[in-house]
């Protein structure tokens, strides 16, 4: 299975075109529609004012209800946009976003309204995408569930703290960044290779570096072990009835790029929502010159609510990758 | 360019063959050679004591001294095995190592011998490719420097510290993890997409975690992200005369997948060695029993100090790819 | 650059995502839409009588009237759909067709209505995606163009021919098969490599079998070289000025994989039709009999007059391919 | 699985990786041994004198005489080499050859001495891997066969006709063309897909073409189709017990890129070896002059006696591709 996420955030619509999908799958669309619901912006207060249906449109690949094997393309229409608001970001980046870089890429030609291609709006046919792999899975035992694991620095918080970090950072005219921590649990043992491109690891690596504004991703105890003695980060074996088990997981389920059969945990870290409504440092890209930039239109304080079904998504589109799927 | 590595630790030899090396390469062999002497055994005792010359031998691909463009295949002969010391570890896996799960991979086929295929000595053609990556770099202007950022907990540690605490791990039959902090120079702005197969990101992460022990890795400010509001974390844009940069590089270069023109900086962290002296909980896989495992062997306590040229290694393979040579 | 078609023949919508295609571009959509009407069905009575303005919409990877890198999606609405004709197929494949193939590759769950995924109006898409590739060819200096070089084995037959033939297998509810020879101009001499995946006769046969109805393919004297002498076959060398040239083109520019700077030249067969209007054997599915089968619906006598521009979008894209792009 | 061919015919050896061999076979040496004879130089007046044992030697991805999964590089010394026959070769190119193609594509970097890495000589790796490749399909009932279908104009030529032939064209200080057909039975019907990536008959031909000296490929009745009705192509479906099957054969076990069920049927045209010992014309690469060549060296009048096997190699590897090994 393939996934091409296409569309700009201010164009006539997005979408994402899947290949490869199993043939004779019959799509719960409620569960779609639920998991889509889970990253909708205009939730609460914690999240933009933005509000679209973010209803997907299938044009292809499903007939009398079933998946039929070929590429599945869901289309969903861009409907409250305001352009206008992002008027002054032509030809002024802004900082920590991929506006520069975009632009860089692009030789200028990139649609900078929103973020184009790069904005988190993007997400929404990924979540989709993520729905239609879940299932897939399910049909194999493998559950994918996550998590927000950080916020502000604060480790394993609350819904209260969540909910307080960032309305402080929304009243200070400033966002926040976060981890959250992902477990998948089904696999057998013995899955994957320890190449570059078979690696467990590398391909959840891939897919979850293709959600927006993540940075940093650790396998078990990830960043911890630079802290750990072996003694103490080596997973015990023991034999629970015939099967091989680890006491704990702190490696997270993948050995030499191969999973063990215990759980896949991993956790990712985003970036704070680059876009504040702060002035900044920014430049003109036509002029040259140095200018200050006050960044409008309707932008989270923090992601980390909205992105906890996109890792998600991410991570079973990745499971069907490890799966040969 | 591509490479597969190939070889067992106790096999007759390891190798890698590059295929889509530029013709007309004159690649400097003592460069190579002094690369393969940063990650070779038995310099201190702060490493194992195994001695191999790792003097790669080319089979193909160079002709005239010059790279033809044709695969090029070096070998290593492996000289100094002492598989005896191994014999234990076919039926009875090491916490921590890739053994289970090869074991599984395999059917119970796998060469355990000295962790086979998924021994560290296999990074030693890596080191071999990285050495011929550096140098296709060096001619476009692109520079990768790795060093330790972490051992056993302590950030940034001096050569003193990190021999202390290595020393001690060894003292205490046990080892120690840490980090590695990478820094590639001279990409151009706009190289890249925001997408799951050309992230700039995706593609570094695929690459190292191929690097055995690797189990972390961040981007410019990585974790330290989840603690930071947008105002901190987003790097102020100036003019450098025409060239636009950033004051702080918290993105680490790289923002929706793509360069922005500064360092690409990074950082991974390394698992304490699984191989320790210590008595650790096993099970037999052949009569399904929980046992008491002794690895003997020679391992290194600390993998960090031979590590530092193989992550130098993975990311200038990296590199050529997000140039697409 | 990547192209997916998505889509069936009496599904809501067709359509093409473009990966990859390089920024900047000013499209022109006159030529667009004349590519799309020499693939048109309904231009003259040799073709089918289905007719659909196939005017593609684009949802993304367009502002401002430039490309801007991001995926480029492009939708055709279905709009003359019959699909009752094709009831009688829901159990009963079509000789020569891909109905029963691709009934066993769904496990019966494939949109059999009008051929579905495997239907010539997959084509449409196809050659939209050409014409984009011929248009970044074009700057370039790339020119693809291509011609029916034999109809039911006439070959290299006139426009009267062409006519006749065809006009006579309809007269018998029959259709006819033939061959499209191709040129593309412009390429540097040096481009490829030996190996399964950047060969470039391997390349464009790869593009060239998705084309329904390819069934063989030949480079430069093709099949005639099994007739050969290597005295007769061998083009000799001679200089042109300063440029290497060889006097005849049997090769087809390509040796060992590589262009030698000859124009590229191939020839692929199509097939007859397989929708013809005699009764034919074949089998019910479902009950597991043989039955006869009426093939009713519109169908072209012979795909070659509307086939030419497809061979073309396949060998451009193809042609980006083997340049990198 | 995937194979890297390296080595060129005058360096120190020629050899092949296989990456993702199913861990647990066992492999026939003896089988092996004996494909790689087919192939083998000298066993008759038919064949270039040049001698070699060809025994491949296995480096790595064996364990205890069974595959382990990890990647298999056998490697074969080249032993017989005269190069100072070649010295002439150093600036002119053969007619025919890949050698002026090679050179500009590594800037006149190519070891040019017997081909170098596009010498016929490296088809022995590729045998070796095929060799390997059959194995593994035995095991799941896919059996691959092949056989010189022309010589030098003459279908289906008998063992005599082929020696005549070839004996003829020696005589003549000349070379001749044919062409191999090949059959692979016991695939699944069901497999594949229509899209340029996963078409079966795609797969067949970038394998194919990838042997040196194939120009042309045709599935079933290939070219033969563009002289057929459809009445005459179709193939009829009947029932044989509870199995569906066709009647004739030829579409050649594909409809659609995806199997029938039916045995896969193609054949492909060789060109004549284009070294031939008659003065021909060509060019002096370096004095930019045009020369008459005499080519010398050890050369197959026709290599098709010693390709039938090379032609088995190349699809049994894209056997193993279509069923996902």
């Known amino acids: 299975m393939r996934y091409t996420i296409f569309g700009e ?28 619901a889970r990253r909708a912006p205009g939730q609460s207060n914690l999240t933009t004012t933005r509000k679209e249906p973010d209803k997907p449109e299938v044009l292809s690949g499903i007939f009398e209800g079933r ?21 002054n970001l032509a030809d002024c980046p802004r900082p920590g976003h991929a506006d520069y870089a975009a632009y860089m890429a692009s030789g200028g030609c990139n649609d900078y309204r929103g973020g184009g291609h790069f904005s988190g709006r993007l997400t929404a046919p990924l979540v989709f995408a993520g729905a239609v792999a879940k299932q897939i899975l399910a049909g194999r035992g493998i559950q994918v569930s996550a998590r927000i694991s950080m916020v502000g620095g604060i480790k394993d918080p609350t819904k209260e703290q969540i909910e307080e970090t960032i309305m402080a950072a929304k009243m200070d005219q400033d966002s926040v960044g976060g981890a959250i921590a992902c477990t998948v649990t089904g696999f057998a043992p013995g899955i994957g290779a320890p190449d570059f491109d078979c690696n467990v690891e590398g391909i959840f690596s891939r897919y979850l570096f293709a959600v927006p504004a993540v940075k940093a991703i650790g396998f078990g105890a990830g ?56 002035e900044q440092d920014s430049v003109n890209l036509r002029t040259r010159e140095n200018v200050k930039l006050i960044v409008r239109g309707r932008h989270d304080p923090c992601v980390l609510t909205r992105a906890v079904v996109v890792v998600e998504a991410a991570a079973a589109l990745a499971s069907c990758e490890v799966l040969g799927i």
């Open 9 to 36: 955030s201010h164009g006539p619509a997005i979408g994402v075109v899947l290949s490869g999908v199993p043939a004779g799958l019959t799509l719960d669309w409620d569960f779609i529609a639920k998991e889509m």
């Open 67 to 87: 998946t039929t094997g070929a590429p599945l393309c869901a289309v969903i229409e861009n409907t409250d946009t305001r352009s206008k608001d992002y008027g």
């Open 223 to 278: 960043f911890g072990f630079a802290s750990m003695r072996g003694s103490e980060a080596n997973d015990p074996f023991y034999m629970d009835g015939d099967t091989v088990r680890t006491r704990t997981n702190h490696t997270g389920g993948i050995n030499g790029g191969i999973t063990n059969g215990m759980p896949v945990t991993f956790e990712v870290a985003f970036r704070p929502t680059s876009s504040i409504s702060r």
